[in-house]
């Protein structure tokens, strides 16, 4: 899959208005595919601030068991969830993806879905793996 992303200015506040919880905004692409007949998807955060599902260390990301009991809808009956963060992708799968980090940056992704999804499966973050091929 191929995109641009850029980062446009920012200005946030302090902390969220009425709280004492300081603010997060990310970035990111939620990629959906199917296996064992459930969806299986992946949020790639490509920017994020005062946000972070992974590190480059130990934690190669989280996992959410979404359920959408509404049969009429495209996301029943749910979803599989991986969370991963782009600068720690590299680290655990390998595959270099860039995140985004200041303003005016613009990066041209190329990202390998199939390797990506794998990854992902390998560090179990799918409750069912990705079968091969």
């Not at 939620?30 to 998807?41: F, L």
């Not at 009429?72 to 980090?101: K, N, T, W």
């Not at 992704?109 to 794998?118: E, K, M, R, V």
């Amino acid at each position: 899959m191929s995109f641009k992303e850029k980062v446009y200015a920012i200005d946030l506040p302090s902390q969220v208005p009425g709280t004492t919880q300081p603010p997060t905004l990310w970035s990111y692409i939620y990629i959906v595919s199917e296996w064992a007949g459930k969806q299986r998807g992946m949020f790639i955060n490509l920017y994020h601030w005062n946000l972070d599902v992974s590190n480059a260390t130990n934690d190669p990301g989280d996992n959410l068991r979404w359920n959408w009991p509404i049969q009429q809808s495209f996301y029943y009956p749910g979803a599989d969830i991986a969370y991963m963060d782009a600068e720690d992708i590299v680290h655990h799968c390998g595959i270099y993806v860039p995140r985004l980090g200041y303003t005016g940056q613009q990066i041209n992704y190329n990202l390998d879905l199939t390797a990506l999804f794998q990854c992902a499966s390998n560090k179990g973050l799918f409750e069912v793996a990705m079968p091969a091929g």
